[in-house]
């Protein structure tokens, strides 16, 4: 373990309006761009002349680099300092928007992809930056909000991919996401100063590094691909094997080495093993339920008698109301961690997620149903979103911060992933049945209603986990007020985080 950091005075430190708007524009500009491709996959097959099957690699690619490049970046963050990582995880948002504008190879779009997964880095670093370097009263609410604008920027991309398709091809998405990461780039070297928390007892650990990005990819594709390889296959079965295998051998160096990317003591404690199960759990929820409501609201209704026949346009206005949840929770969260601690508002974030999911499972036939879901959705993501790293930073030193927001943000992923593959399961697995005429006429099959039904039960029974698993954490560590010059910050102390 590293020297204690002696955070600087509380006076000498920038104002929150300064630092937070180059970090919540960074955190936009990664989230809005990877969702934004979700609803036009369909349609980008066309495009790009390749199968249904083979375009969701569009998605697959970004999560796997995501899941891999973010606990790397967040650690390289804690040892050389993290303004100059978070410009290279928004350089990578740059160089995967310049290069899918560029390109019509969908090979190429590929690559693009897992350039734009640098920016999954973005999360971690951003609160340990706000944790580093804003006064001790602003760090909740500053946490809260970077937090939240992921939920946010998700709900915006979604009605900001169907606004640019009506006037322009789907390279105006990619558009955004360069100008997006430009801008931040532009305001985090003018607004964010150089971090002064490093671990500099740290070391690199590569074979860690090597081990972490192999389990996290054979599990990520093996989730990704079941769906069409089978999940009994050879190819599915054979990486859920790897992924378990390379995943204890990881375990075991990452115990051994002087130097680990990841302390696994560290995230033993209750209070980040927990929150990461959360973490999984909410991420199910979020990806999963764009996936299941967008399909849903562009279902045509004269053939299946349910949906809306939505355009993309519409599909995301349907789902706004989950960003302006999202955006709404981020102070409300930060006013219930500072009151009672985060337990509350991650509670209630599951319990609201499960409660909008079992309402859309019992109620779907009026757009008015959908808002109301979407938005109560939403602000149990930005709820839960605001809570978690508020317990991770409470339970971890600062020069270890960086590293493990960012493995509760790979969590996030990979619970992604697992909600889309599952839910994408139950609605490919029970499809409605057409005479050959019409079937001819539809290029996709339909899942049937229930299957949608099923889809929302599922979804709301993994939230529900989600509120109850919070209660397994009896106490949380919160950070250190602020030493005057000359101090040495006390030691954390504990606080009750009962709701």
């Excluded at 969590?411 to 992604?416: M, S």
């Excluded at 049945?433 to 039960?457: C, E, G, N, R, S």
Aim: aromatic letters at 6%.
């Amino acid at each position: 373990m590293s020297e204690a950091v002696k955070p600087t005075a509380s006076a000498a430190k920038p104002s929150s309006a300064r630092v937070l708007p180059a970090l919540i524009l960074a955190m936009l500009a990664y989230s809005v761009i990877q969702t934004a491709v979700v609803p036009i996959l369909p349609s980008l097959a066309l495009e790009l002349k390749v199968s249904g099957s083979n375009i969701t690699w569009l998605m697959t690619a970004n999560l796997l680099s995501a899941a891999v490049l973010t606990p790397l970046l967040g650690r390289f963050g804690d040892l050389r300092g993290r303004k100059p990582m978070l410009l290279i995880s928004l350089g990578g948002l740059v160089l995967g928007s310049g290069l899918a504008v560029a390109t019509h190879s969908f090979s190429l779009l590929i690559i693009a992809r897992v350039l734009q997964g640098a920016g999954g880095g973005v999360l971690p670093l951003a609160i340990s930056i706000v944790r580093d370097e804003l006064p001790r009263e602003k760090v909740t609410g500053g946490v809260a909000a970077i937090s939240a604008s992921m939920g946010v920027g998700s709900g915006l991309g979604l009605v900001a991919t169907g606004l640019l398709l009506e006037h322009w091809d789907y390279k105006s998405i990619f558009w955004m996401g360069l100008v997006a990461a430009l801008l931040a780039i532009a305001l985090v070297v003018v607004r964010v100063p150089k971090d002064p928390v490093t671990d500099k007892n740290g070391g690199a650990d590569p074979l860690g590094a090597i081990t972490l990005a192999g389990w996290l990819s054979a599990l990520l594709i093996a989730v990704s691909r079941g769906n069409e390889w089978g999940w009994t296959s050879t190819k599915t079965l054979g990486l859920f094997a790897v992924a378990a295998v390379v995943a204890l051998i990881w375990g075991i160096i990452e115990v051994k080495v002087k130097h680990p990317l990841v302390d696994m003591k560290m995230m033993a404690r209750p209070a980040v093993a927990f929150t990461n199960i959360s973490g999984l759990l909410i991420g199910f929820g979020m990806y999963g339920s764009f996936l299941v409501i967008s399909n849903f609201t562009q279902t045509p209704e004269k053939l299946a008698h349910y949906g809306f026949t939505a355009s993309v346009l519409h599909a995301g206005v349907l789902l706004l109301p989950s960003a302006a949840g999202s955006m709404i929770a981020a102070p409300v969260g930060a006013m219930m961690i500072g009151r009672s601690g985060p337990r509350l508002p991650l509670v209630l974030g599951g319990l609201f997620g499960a409660v909008s999911m079992a309402y859309l499972a019992l109620r779907h036939s009026a757009e008015g149903d959908i808002y109301f879901a979407a938005g109560l959705f939403g602000l149990g993501v930005g709820l839960a979103y605001a809570a978690m790293p508020a317990f991770i930073n409470g339970a971890v030193p600062a020069e270890q911060s960086g590293i493990a927001n960012g493995m509760n943000a790979v969590l996030r992923t990979v619970g992604g992933a697992i909600g889309t593959a599952v839910l994408g399961a139950v609605l490919t697995g029970d499809t409605m049945k057409f005479p050959p005429q019409i079937a001819a006429m539809i290029k996709v099959q339909l899942p049937t209603l229930d299957a949608y039904k099923h889809a929302y039960w599922i979804t709301a029974v993994i939230c529900l986990i989600a509120a109850v698993v919070p209660f397994a954490i009896r106490t949380v560590r919160t950070a250190a007020p602020a030493a005057p010059a000359g101090e040495s910050a006390n030691a954390p102390q504990p606080t009750k985080t009962s709701a």
